[in-house]
């Protein structure tokens, strides 16, 4: 088939257009996550996260402990706004928001995967979601973990599309970053695996008889060539792979045990998941969240989970079997809490995309439009609302699942209390603090002397 100039013009223009229209989730994903973002004191996770990031950016030490807390990556991306714009809660907070806006941005390479209404509906999913933003606006793991997790689908199936080697690049490096930022990397790497592999299934499955055995061959000669084919690009993305741990987890060539607690780490963890310390939910907690906060998404996704396998591509089962088993390992862990809940929102957004885009694609008439869009649209301002609600009003009401052990606004009463008091004795003041539960005090108090 040819492909002239004036087809190329229609290309370009589409193009174009669709860049424009995904402006207003990329928008919508700004506005909220930036917008004052200081409204919220920080979380106790905050407080004890700044600890460690004051203490690395002031005497420039950290080391790695396996027991406690989770990897490097928060510590050492959350110096660069440090390093420029100085110390406050919006630097604090500033990588989490830029890396929640990038989750958006980086669904853009799936339009074809998912289709432009897809791509936009998913966007807007991500970009309003209760729980999406109000963990963006919050400088814990959980964000940097989705913005990885979604990089590495991302560069999979680009280079499945493409075959440029770059992208095996780009999942070695993705899958690096997973590694240092938090010890679940294990639960994502296993569903990934699974899932590929029961997608590239059920695939063969339903080939005739005679042409699963060929494909099946196809399969793993494809896989050889492509070795062969990118044997240097493959070494250099492992010793890539390989270094980013290396920097992280030695704290950049100061701390060499720690690199040892990349393994360690797994064991103390596993044990953490059991022994579950005050956080026990139910099997059934995350359903109930998805319900309360995230309707549309859990809706829409399992919608998208039964058009996926009717429509039966690799790209849509491997989603589907991704959604499905990290909602069930999350939830058989008694170790719940909500923000865990990120893992499961991003593949059911991205179903809920892809159901939407089939359904936009037998949207031919007048009345079929009339009916579709207003219902769209109804749906995301509800949405919108609920998101609105909750990072602006209830961030702090612990009705609210996703509110969880969250410092209450008051604390800003004595922080001004603190403020006028030390107008008159300085801030050499002696502050004592008696609640067995102080954080994040220490970040509000990192003026004072004593």
């Known amino acids: 088939m040819k492909f002239g100039y004036e087809d190329l013009k229609v290309w370009n223009k589409d193009r174009v257009l669709l860049l424009i229209a995904f402006f207003l989730p990329m928008l919508i994903a700004s506005l909220i996550r930036f917008w004052d973002i200081d409204l919220r004191p920080l979380h106790s996770d905050e407080g004890v996260n700044s600890f460690f990031l004051l203490n690395l950016y002031n005497n420039n030490y950290y080391h790695y402990d396996p027991s406690n807390y989770h990897g490097p990556f928060l510590y050492y991306i959350g110096l660069i706004p440090f390093y420029i714009l100085g110390i406050s809660d919006f630097s604090f907070r500033l990588m989490p928001i830029l890396f929640g806006i990038m989750v958006v941005a980086l669904l853009y390479p799936l339009r074809r995967r998912i289709g432009k209404m897809g791509l936009l509906t998913t966007g807007l999913l991500i970009a309003i979601s209760p729980a999406n933003s109000f963990f963006s606006r919050d400088t814990i793991h959980e964000t940097y973990l989705v913005f990885f997790s ?238 609105i609600m909750l990072n602006f009003k209830n961030y702090d009401d612990e009705r609210y699942e996703l509110v969880y052990v969250q410092t209450k606004r008051g604390v800003f009463n004595l922080l001004d209390r603190m403020k006028s008091l030390s107008n008159s004795c300085g801030k050499n003041m002696v502050i004592n603090v008696v609640s067995k539960e102080y954080w994040p005090l220490p970040w509000y108090f990192r003026e004072y002397k004593n």
């Not at 997973?178 to 590929?196: D, G, H, N, P, R």
């Not at 829409?300 to 079997?321: D, E, P, Q, T």
């Open 150 to 387: 979604l990089a590495v689908v991302v560069s999979f199936f680009l280079y499945s599309e493409t075959r440029k080697s770059r992208y095996i690049l780009f999942a070695a490096a993705s899958l690096a970053f997973i590694i240092t930022i938090k010890e679940t990397y294990i639960m994502t790497f296993a569903v990934y695996a699974l899932s590929l592999a029961i997608a590239y299934g059920y695939e063969i499955v339903f080939l005739p008889k005679g042409a699963r055995f060929q494909h099946f061959k196809d399969v793993f000669a494809t896989f050889a060539i492509d070795c062969k084919k990118n044997k240097y690009a493959i070494g250099i993305s492992i010793g890539v792979f390989l270094l980013i741990n290396f920097l992280f987890y030695s704290s950049f060539f100061t701390y060499y045990a720690g690199i040892k607690g990349i393994l360690t780490t797994l064991k103390i963890w596993s044990k953490t998941g059991v022994h579950i310390g005050g956080h026990a939910k139910p099997f059934i907690y995350y359903f109930k969240v998805l319900y309360k906060f995230e309707l549309p998404i859990l809706v829409l996704g399992i919608a998208g989970f039964y058009y996926a396998f009717r429509r039966g591509n690799k790209f849509s089962v491997f989603v589907s079997l991704w959604a499905i088993l990290m909602y069930v390992i999350y939830s058989l862990i008694p170790y719940k809490t909500p923000w865990l809940i990120l893992n499961i929102v991003l593949p059911f957004t991205i179903l809920a995309g892809i159901f939407v885009n089939g359904i936009f694609g037998i949207v031919k008439k007048r009345w079929h439009y009339a009916i579709f869009y207003p219902i769209y649209v109804i749906i995301f301002c509800i949405f919108c609302y609920q998101s």
